[in-house]
């Protein structure tokens, strides 16, 4: 069965470095997601990027956030300059079609020191 | 905007008795609802959905959920529980319609099954 895949599994670094999230989509996939779950809170929506581009995106995903879809095949997530605060667990997500179903990644777990 | 109350953030239940986990929604259009559970150091996987038609919609593994307009509320049932339903279930909602997928979570339910 085709699942969506993340890496790294882990990822500590230190404040104010770049960090790059990947994720392999469910190939013929269109729509794709990212969220996170800081831990012991909700899980929190991020961003939708659908056609290359940004389709929707939250409060928190600010400047320092980007989404690209490099190769047509990786989707990543990129923080700038990390902060503290962007320790969490970071999950993709993609869909097929309209409301179908979102596909969830096992998630990248950032530990920012 | 939309949001996701699900009461009780620890549930406890014997093997073999119903389960029951809550889940009521706000939203302004009609929504789009789901279920999801995350097993311990796995991604988060679609148990149901609700999107139009028949209220009570079934679900993987003998879930099932009935969305309930009056009462905004799409709770998550299981007749009998079994050892293996332990996991965090969170319920979900979306926009209707085109655009605007973005899902709006619950903090969840952590379901414990007792033998």
């Known amino acids: 069965e085709p699942e969506v895949t993340q890496t790294p599994s882990h990822q500590v670094t230190q404040m104010g470095q770049e960090v790059i999230l990947r994720c392999v989509p469910i190939?013929?996939?269109?729509?794709f997601y990212w969220y996170r779950q800081i831990l012991g809170q909700k899980v929190e929506f991020l961003v939708s990027?659908?056609?290359?581009?940004?389709?929707?995106k939250s409060e928190i995903f600010d400047d320092q956030f980007s989404v690209e879809r490099p190769d047509g095949s990786n989707f990543t997530l990129k923080i700038r300059s990390t902060k503290l605060e962007d320790s969490a667990m970071y999950f993709c997500?993609?869909?097929?079609?309209?409301?179908?179903?979102?596909?969830f990644g096992p998630g990248t777990r950032l530990t920012v020191l | 905007a939309q949001s996701v109350t699900q009461l009780g953030s620890h549930v406890s239940v014997s093997e073999g008795a119903l389960v029951l986990l809550r889940c009521n929604y706000s939203?302004?259009?009609?929504?789009?609802l789901f279920w999801y559970v995350q097993y311990p150091n796995q991604g988060l996987q679609l148990l149901l959905k609700?999107?139009?038609?028949?209220?009570l919609v079934k679900g993987i593994n003998g879930f099932e959920a009935e969305f309930k307009k009056s009462e905004t509320s799409f709770h998550l049932t299981k007749p009998s529980a079994h050892m293996s339903d332990a996991a965090e279930y969170f319920c979900?909602?979306?926009?209707?319609?085109?655009?605007?997928?973005?899902?709006?979570f619950g903090s969840g339910t952590r379901l414990q099954v007792q033998p």
């Open positions: 997500a993609t869909e097929k079609d309209s409301h179908n179903e979102q596909f």
């Open positions: 190939s013929n996939h269109l729509y």
């Open positions: 990027f659908y056609n290359n581009e940004i389709s929707e």
């Open positions: 939203s302004s259009v009609p929504p789009y």
């Open positions: 609700y999107t139009t038609g028949a209220t």
């Open positions: 979900a909602v979306s926009r209707s319609g085109t655009g605007r997928r973005a899902l709006t």
